[in-house]
């Protein structure tokens, strides 16, 4: 277990403590009472995880691939099953999108939900554990708990403070995720039946015959492309973020998606690279789809937040096009993909998020001509919409490039039609800041989704207006809350946008090691005569 460890030379165990840090938090949460000290409370216990965990980007070796900042304790010695954490490339800057999202979460909350704060915060800590949990876990069975631990908080997140048909979208999400749950749990099960370890490392050191690598990489492949999620089992998705209250949608688009990509980086290339070659045709065939009917759908949506749900699923498309290219350009822009989708398009549905809590629609017509109304809000909508359809300068940018790239130069076709995807986000989001933007700013303004339109001046004060039916939508720009947590956004699509490097040096190395292990896994003798056996039968 040593030689692919390094241990945890900090002070403190820093994995075990961020994730500690909620679960305290999140039961000292259950002796509150006050709202205003619930939400201070779930604000300082997600700060303090964020604070903890920033030696991971300070204190990491980018030089190798071994797993670290590691920690090993004996669990239940008679299954060999161990409790062992660390993090290597691919998985540190998903622990750190993790801490930095959750004390947005709770801010873009502070006024959002009104009911059952005490809840609120008992489930959002949880949920911020088992996502860590998830990312750290280097033993199958803790990755499982911790998946299968992040199901139900979501779950009830949907469920209770969600939207009118907040039902149907938490029971669909539920039913979805479940059902991946299980192929998950199955491929789990098979790999130690077969090898005795839970220890993924070592995992991925065995030999498995061809045909058991495609039951495995099946297995694994449809948990995780519903998480991620992709064409065509990606239908949860719009539901649970259009129910989902903002910081629902904020931490399904930031991490819960993220982890179909982790999974198939984790697990599906690394233990099964003879099947992943020969499915390497499916996957980008479903990733194009996904880019392309992902873009045309959201050209289609009057519902910004829908809107954005469908943009998510052609972005995820890039994802998983981009590992699936076996080059590290590729792996990289999809892992660099990742992050940035989770910083733009968390950004995007705060600033939704923002305009229900003043109109109390996510109706395009009844939000348009906000520029002269809430010019620091459209200040940050336009640099997010920008950075979402990948405009230069912007984070986004250099992570659908990437991906372009690399598509481009192994199969130009398919760097052909993902560019179609990329004009139509061009044009979705273009259309939609212009319309929040600048339509109807000729004096005419939208007046509260539910009440119908109202005629005014949007040029008056707050939305002053002296309309038909004598409604006037009273908008007001962001306040200090509302522009930090923009800001701390903000901030990152630019630094990412002009100086990627430092977090494409962090992956440099463990990508590498990746593309080793599937080049030396598909040239595996075992591998190699089985599939040939297999080929000459079916031949025959």
């Not at 460890?5 to 679960?23: C, D, Q």
């Not at 297995?219 to 973020?241: D, E, G, N």
């Amino acid at each position: 277990m040593e030689k692919y460890l390094i241990a945890n030379t900090l002070s403190y165990p820093i994995l075990s403590t961020i994730m500690l840090i909620p679960v305290i938090g999140a039961l000292i949460t259950l002796f509150l009472k006050n709202d205003t000290v619930l939400k201070a409370w779930g604000l300082i216990v997600t700060i303090a995880t964020l604070v903890v965990s920033y030696p991971l980007y300070t204190a990491f070796d980018s030089s190798t691939a071994k797993y670290q900042f590691a920690e090993v304790r004996t669990w239940f010695p008679s299954l060999n099953l161990d409790y062992v954490i660390g993090v290597d490339g691919i998985s540190v800057l998903l622990v750190l999108l993790t801490t930095f999202v959750m004390p947005l979460c709770i801010l873009c909350s502070w006024k959002y939900i009104q009911v059952r704060m005490k809840e609120f915060i008992f489930v959002s800590l949880l949920m911020e554990t088992a996502m860590i949990g998830v990312f750290v876990s280097l033993n199958t069975v803790l990755f499982y708990i911790f998946w299968e631990g992040m199901l139900v908080p979501m779950y009830l997140m949907i469920a209770v403070w969600g939207g009118a048909r907040k039902d149907y979208a938490s029971i669909k999400f539920f039913l979805y995720t479940f059902v991946g749950s299980i192929f998950l749990l199955v491929a789990v099960i098979a790999l130690y039946v077969t090898t005795g370890t839970f220890f993924i490392p070592e995992l991925m050191d065995h030999q498995y015959s061809y045909m058991y690598q495609m039951l495995v990489f099946l297995s694994f492949a449809l948990s995780f492309a519903i998480k991620m999620p992709m064409y065509p089992v990606h239908t949860w998705l719009p539901a649970a973020h259009v129910e989902a209250p903002t910081a629902g949608s904020v931490i399904l688009a930031s991490i819960l998606l993220k982890m179909g990509g982790y999974g198939f980086l984790r697990f599906c290339l690394p233990l099964a690279p003879s099947a992943t070659l020969d499915m390497v045709p499916w996957v980008i065939g479903f990733s194009v789809l996904g880019i392309i009917i992902g873009g045309y759908l959201a050209l289609a949506q009057q519902d910004i937040k829908k809107l954005i749900a469908y943009s998510s699923v052609a972005h995820m498309g890039f994802v998983t096009l981009g590992i699936f290219l076996l080059n590290s350009v590729g792996i990289k822009g999809a892992m660099l993909q990742m992050i940035n989708h989770g910083i733009t398009t968390g950004a995007l549905f705060i600033c939704v998020g923002l305009i229900y809590e003043r109109t109390h629609s996510r109706q395009i017509s009844d939000n348009s001509a906000l520029g002269m109304e809430m010019p620091i809000y459209v200040t940050f909508l336009v640099i997010f919409g920008l950075s979402s359809f990948g405009f230069p300068g912007t984070n986004s940018f250099v992570s659908e490039f990437m991906v372009l790239i690399a598509a481009f130069e192994k199969y130009p076709v398919v760097g052909g039609l993902s560019i179609l995807g990329a004009i139509m986000a061009a044009a979705y989001m273009l259309n939609l800041l212009q319309k929040m933007v600048w339509a109807n700013s000729d004096g005419h303004a939208h007046g509260h989704g539910d009440h119908g339109d109202a005629h005014g001046d949007a040029h008056g004060a707050h939305g002053d207006a002296h309309g038909d039916h004598g409604h006037a939508r009273h908008l007001w720009d962001c306040n200090l809350r509302e522009i930090g947590t923009l800001s701390f956004l903000l901030f990152f699509v630019f630094w990412v946008g002009f100086n990627p490097k430092p977090l494409l040096n962090m992956m440099d190395t463990s990508v590498n090691h990746l593309l080793q292990q599937v080049e030396t896994g598909s040239k595996a003798p075992t591998a190699k005569t089985e599939k040939l056996q297999v080929s000459q039968l079916v031949a025959k």
